[in-house]
């Protein structure tokens, strides 16, 4: 069987059509997800400026601090001392965890007063999504840290 001129014409076009249907289908999840995770990092960000006044508690309380403020806030919560160590954490002993002070987020809170990343949590072995917040207190500044996994933002959580 043979195609027509016209025949030919309709299959480019149908063609056409659905290779620009799918590019716009991928943009489109792009931006949605980009926009979730826009939103997340702006929860995580009131949620460290909210609990700023209480972070100072974790020097006395750690770990346990750490999971009543991941149950309120339904995030992983870690506190990291100006150096890099980890002084309290909701989902690991905080005396097991590595030294923090290379995390992009940390440093860039350490410099500008917050920061955020998506990376590979190696503690959980996932992506999470990362919110880090400068708290001054008078023995120098703390690092409160909010994260959630990336999977909730994919969720629109």
Not at 103 to 111: H, K, Q, T, V, W
Not at 116 to 132: E, G, K, P
Request: glycine letters at 8%; charged letters at 20%.
């Amino acid at each position: 069987m043979r195609l027509t001129i016209a025949g030919k014409s309709v299959l480019t076009v149908c063609l056409l059509i659905t290779f620009s249907l799918a590019l716009v289908g991928l943009y489109l999840a792009h931006r949605e997800r980009e926009s979730l995770l826009s939103q997340i990092v702006a929860r995580l960000e009131a949620q460290t400026s909210l609990l700023a006044a209480e972070t100072p508690e974790s020097i006395v309380f750690g770990d346990a601090w750490a999971r009543g403020v991941a149950a309120r806030t339904k995030t992983r919560v870690t506190v990291i001392m100006a150096d890099g160590r980890v002084l309290a954490d909701s989902e690991e002993s905080s005396e097991q965890m590595e030294n923090h002070w290379d995390r992009p987020e940390i440093s860039a809170a350490l410099r500008t007063g917050s920061g955020q990343a998506v990376r590979f949590s190696r503690t959980l072995s996932r992506d999470l999504v990362y919110f880090a917040r400068s708290v001054p207190t008078a023995g120098g500044p703390l690092l409160l840290r909010l994260s959630v996994p990336v999977g909730e933002v994919s969720q629109g959580a």
